[in-house]
């Protein structure tokens, strides 16, 4: 059973910092892998995707990282702002019978 | 752009009543999925649908019936409400392409049984 583990559970820093958000899965035969952000009380939005055959993805101030052979993915946020104050979710995508989720990052960003 | 619209966004049952949570979406997707979230568990599948008329079970799919007779139509069917459905429930949608499929999620449904 694929199992998706999130690091850290939460994480507080200063306004204008890089920070690196971790995701780690137990099963390397994924066809994606996506970040998600969710404000609270609102739904998923799509940040980054992931095909199995990329190393990278990059928007704006964002960047993730997939290594498949290793299980892992980071999600780079640079010259973080208040605004970026938000959940971060990763998931994957093994086959048909949808996305495994971990169970997020809570991230404050000080102003 | 609608994209995956939700309804209700909120709703309160009691004990052993019904209701269907609504889900539609206008991208032309194949694939339709639920999911609930509940507090340190993260989300859960519960069912989903590869195209018209094709759905199948997730990991949790016990007290929810689902059908799909449209494209773009996936709703989801409490049959006999408990409190431990007390959740909220969010539809995603994506295309078939399963590499390259982004999952597109809706606003969520905030259920809560007393």
């Known amino acids: 059973k694929q199992e998706v583990t999130q690091i850290p559970a939460a994480l507080s820093v200063p306004e204008g910092e890089n920070l690196v958000l971790n995701c780690s899965f137990t099963d390397s035969a994924i066809y994606n892998l996506q970040w998600f952000r969710q404000d609270p009380g609102k739904g998923l939005t799509s940040l980054l995707l992931?095909?199995?055959?990329?190393r990278e993805q990059t928007s704006g101030r964002l960047n993730a990282s997939l290594d498949k052979s290793s299980g892992r993915s980071t999600l780079y946020i640079a010259a973080s702002q208040p605004g970026d104050s938000a959940t971060y979710l990763c998931?994957?995508?093994?086959?048909?019978?949808?996305?495994?989720f971990g169970k997020g990052t809570h991230l404050i960003i000080q102003p | 752009n609608a994209g995956v619209t939700q309804t209700p966004k909120f709703q309160v049952l009691k004990t052993g009543q019904s209701m269907t949570l609504q889900c539609a979406q206008d991208?032309?997707?194949?694939?339709m999925s639920w999911y609930r979230q509940d507090p340190g568990m993260g989300l859960r599948l519960i069912h989903y649908?590869?195209?018209?008329?094709?759905?199948d079970q997730g990991e949790v799919p016990n007290g929810y019936n689902v059908s799909r007779s449209t494209t773009e139509d996936f709703p989801l069917r409490l049959l006999s409400a408990a409190p431990s459905q007390t959740s909220v429930y969010f539809c995603?949608?994506?295309?078939?392409?399963?590499?390259?499929?982004?999952?597109?999620f809706g606003q969520g449904t905030r259920l809560t049984v007393v």
């Open positions: 998931a994957v995508k093994r086959g048909a019978d949808g996305l495994t």
């Open positions: 995603a949608s994506s295309s078939w392409a399963l590499g390259e499929a982004e999952a597109f």
């Open positions: 991208m032309n997707h194949e694939y």
């Open positions: 992931i095909q199995s055959s990329q």
């Open positions: 649908s590869v195209g018209a008329g094709i759905t």
